[in-house]
């Protein structure tokens, strides 16, 4: 199984920046391989939860980001740590939500039911 542990929510005002940072467990290939595509999820009160950005983890880190953070989010990796980051700027009030991490193997989608492994959730705050 892999586990994934979340970090680096909290609050921030308009305009300004948070990262995020999510470390796997994946340590065995199989467990890298059936976790190759990890992504960014967040899910505010009363809303479903929405697909922010994802990224393949081997070869080409290719990235794929919803329209509403292009620009402002960037999605990135370390894979000597194991880490996946997500880096955000020019925060928004919309941008308010439980932040979370998963994993699979299925492909760089920002959809949900495509991901086998997920983490506990971090909250980001925004204020305007």
């Known amino acids: 199984q892999v586990q994934l542990v979340e970090s680096g929510g909290g609050s921030a005002q308009a305009g300004g920046s948070l990262r995020l940072s999510c470390t796997s467990s994946?340590?065995?290939?199989?467990?890298?391989?059936?976790?190759?595509?990890m992504a960014w999820f967040r899910q505010a009160p009363g809303k479903e939860r929405e697909g922010v950005a994802a990224?393949?983890?081997?070869?080409?880190?290719?990235?794929n980001y919803a329209d509403s953070v292009k620009g402002r989010f960037t999605i990135s990796q370390d894979n000597g740590k194991n880490t996946v980051y997500l880096q955000m700027n020019n925060l928004k009030p919309e941008d308010t939500a439980m932040y979370y991490c998963?994993?699979?193997?299925?492909?760089?989608?920002?959809?949900?039911?495509?991901?086998?492994?997920w983490g506990q959730g971090t909250q980001v705050t925004v204020s305007s």
């Open positions: 998963a994993a699979g193997g299925y492909g760089m989608v920002l959809t949900s039911s495509e991901y086998n492994y």
């Open positions: 994946a340590d065995r290939y199989t467990d890298r391989y059936n976790s190759r595509y």
């Open positions: 990224i393949y983890r081997l070869g080409s880190s290719s990235t």
